[in-house]
């Protein structure tokens, strides 16, 4: 053993603390004369790799924490995106479906409409019995666009106040040929006329 390797050997045991000062200072010298690191070098030199080691221990802790999360996230992104393909497709399935039952329906509608008897264009009477076109007021005469019950708004409106000559009320009342007469209520808003004293409503007797 070298006298350096004594050294260093004798100042690690606990007698070698006791030494003078003066001494470890030559110790010291000597050692790093020779190209070693002293007792305290070594120890700072221990303490830093102690420290390096627990700061790698410590990133590699938060990179496995990291790794952890970043699979988790992954496996319910690839969860999110599967989910909305079967939403989609169930989406798209149901569309279909509702537009084949549309498409049915409607077929029906224009089987029935087609099939559907056709009643003739009803017309209106004029005073001497004979017919006119079907469009505008049944009140001879008028060509007022239709609101209900066969009149134009203004016969309507007189129609409903019970003073429209010619047609029963809806009370059953009738002026007719300056004569008052009361009918069924049945022929409300019907055109009334005389044959051989009798009244007729839209043809009918009343």
């Known amino acids: 053993m070298s006298v350096i390797d004594t050294l260093v050997s004798r100042l690690s045991r606990p007698a070698g603390k006791a030494l ?4 470890r200072e030559i110790v010291h010298a000597i050692l790093k004369e020779h190209g070693y690191a002293s007792p305290a070098e070594v120890q700072a ?11 790698v221990d410590g990133m590699q802790s938060r990179l496995e924490a990291a790794v952890k999360l970043a699979e988790e996230a992954r496996a319910a992104s690839a969860e999110s995106v599967r989910v ?3 939403e989609a497709e169930g989406a798209r399935t149901a ?3 509702v537009r084949v039952e549309w ?3 409607l077929a029906e509608l224009r089987a029935a409409a087609v099939a559907a008897p056709r009643s003739p264009t009803p017309t209106r009477s004029t ?3 004979a017919t006119s076109h079907a469009a505008g007021c049944k009140v001879a005469g008028c060509t007022g666009a239709l609101r209900s019950k066969g009149f134009c708004s203004p016969h309507y409106q007189q129609w409903r106040r019970g003073n429209l000559n010619g047609f029963v009320g809806l009370d059953g009342h009738l002026s ?4 008052e007469y009361k009918v069924k209520t049945a022929f ?3 055109r009334a006329e005389l044959r051989d004293g009798k009244v007729f409503v839209d043809g009918k007797g009343a």
């Open 188 to 190: 409300a808003g019907g």
């Open 95 to 97: 569309s279909a479906a």
């Open 20 to 23: 003078d000062p003066t001494i």
């Open 127 to 129: 005073a001497g019995g």
């Open 45 to 55: 030199l221990r303490d830093e790799v102690r420290d390096m080691r627990g700061r």
């Open 103 to 105: 498409e049915k329906q």
């Open 176 to 179: 007719l040929g300056g004569a």
């Open 84 to 86: 909305a393909r079967v």
